[in-house]
Nanobody, 127 residues
Framework: QVQLVESGGGLVQPGGSLRLSCAAS????????MYWFRQAPGKGLEWVSG????????DYADSVKGRFTIFRDNANNILYLQMDSVKSEDTAVYYC????????????????????WGQGTQVTVSS
């Protein structure tokens, strides 16, 4: 079965950096685009970033563009999110997600298009 396990979250100061990891198993990782979402306390789920199968194409929400970098290690089935210049509004539980669509780019990027989710990892940005 599909399993996605996030790690790397923690407390970080504003302006600092953090790298999140998502270990994937139970499905052919290299046949899927992969995504990061986040949810702040009391807020709805927000799409953060997505990456193509080969890693050549990456998409970012405007709120994180220029600060976050998504990349993947297909040999080891790991999805990453490098977070730089973090802000207080980045505080949230971060989830990696697998789309239903095989091989292709899912459109639109909405919850209904995804069928695999990790348990989440907490990121807290605070002084």
């Amino acid at each position: 079965q599909v399993q996605l396990v996030e790690s790397g979250g923690g407390l970080v100061q504003p302006g600092g950096s953090l790298r999140l990891s998502c270990a994937a198993s139970g499905f052919p990782f290299s046949r899927y685009w992969m995504y990061w979402f986040r949810q702040a306390p009391g807020k709805g789920l927000e799409w953060v970033s997505g990456i193509a199968i080969g890693g050549a194409i990456a998409d970012y929400a405007d709120s994180v563009k220029g600060r976050f970098t998504i990349f993947r290690d297909n040999a080891n089935n790991i999805l990453y999110l490098q977070m730089d210049s973090v802000k207080s509004e980045d505080t949230a539980v971060y989830y990696c997600a697998k789309p239903k669509k095989v091989w292709g780019r899912p459109e639109p990027i909405e919850r209904a298009e995804f069928d695999g989710w990790g348990q989440g990892t907490q990121v807290t940005v605070s002084s």
